[in-house]
T-cell receptor, first 114, second 114 residues
Framework: GDSVTQMEGPVTLSEEAFLTINCTYTATGYPSLFWYVQYPGEGLQLLLKATKADDKGSNKGFEATYRKETTSFHLEKGSVQVSDSAVYFCALRTPNFGNEKLTFGTGTRLTIIP | DVKVTQSSRYLVKRTGEKVFLECVQDMDHENMFWYRQDPGLGLRLIYFSYDVNMKEKGDIPEGYSVSREKKERFSLILESASTNQTSMYLC?????????????FGDGTRLSIL
């Protein structure tokens, strides 16, 4: 079945550091890939997505590129801020009418210190 | 903006009680989902629905049931609550046209079973 493997957390970085959170997946067919973010006390919000190989999703300075050859979708940001402290989830979705569920990774907690 | 509203942010119930968690969305989404979120396990799908009075089991349906009598409302029911159902519960909704559509999440209900 489908699965997502995410970098174990927690991750602690200083402000303005470079961020990478690794995500690899196993799926049948051609999945769409997503990064969701969960700020403290809130639900999940879509951060970015990519729907086909070599697509790059980007939002709020975060980027991730859909790499079919390595089955990866790593999240990167060049200079993190304290406000980026949150839990980040990688997810995939395979097209299947009537069964369009997301498969999530376990989440990576990110803490940015000033 | 899409709004997914969960009826309670925090809920405390006793073992053996019947518990109802309510979720309402205002975007006319066909699909609705219930997940539970546990540390180290990420989000796991309990049930989903792609139409009124339609439901499908997710990955961990045991001990739960659902009801979708109106398009905008999706209820999760714990028939006889047990302590291992203490968790954060997240509701989500989406359009079904294709797998590129993101799911929109509520803020979650933190349920404690004593």
């Amino acid at each position: 079945g489908d699965s997502v493997t995410q970098m174990e957390g927690p991750v602690t970085l200083s402000e303005e550091a470079f961020l990478t959170i690794n995500c690899t997946y196993t799926a049948t067919g051609y999945p769409s890939l997503f990064w969701y973010v969960q700020y403290p006390g809130e639900g999940l919000q879509l951060l970015l997505k990519a729907t086909k190989a070599d697509d790059k999703g980007s939002n709020k300075g975060f980027e991730a590129t859909y790499r079919k050859e390595t089955t990866s979708f790593h999240l990167e940001k060049g200079s993190v801020q304290v406000s980026d402290s949150a839990v980040y989830f990688c997810a995939l979705r395979t097209p299947n009418f009537g069964n369009e569920k997301l498969t999530f990774g376990t989440g990576t907690r990110l803490t940015i210190i000033p | 903006d899409v709004k997914v509203t969960q009826s309670s942010r925090y809920l405390v119930k006793r073992t053996g009680e019947k518990v109802f968690l309510e979720c309402v969305q205002d975007m006319d989404h066909e699909n609705m989902f219930w997940y539970r979120q546990d540390p180290g396990l990420g989000l796991r799908l309990i049930y989903f629905s792609y139409d009124v009075n339609m439901k499908e089991k997710g990955d961990i349906p045991e001990g739960y049931s659902v009801s979708r009598e109106k398009k905008e409302r999706f209820s999760l029911i714990l028939e006889s609550a047990s302590t291992n159902q203490t968790s954060m519960y997240l509701c989500a909704s989406s359009f079904p046209e294709n797998s590129n559509q993101p799911q929109h999440f509520g803020d979650g209900t933190r349920l404690s079973i004593l």
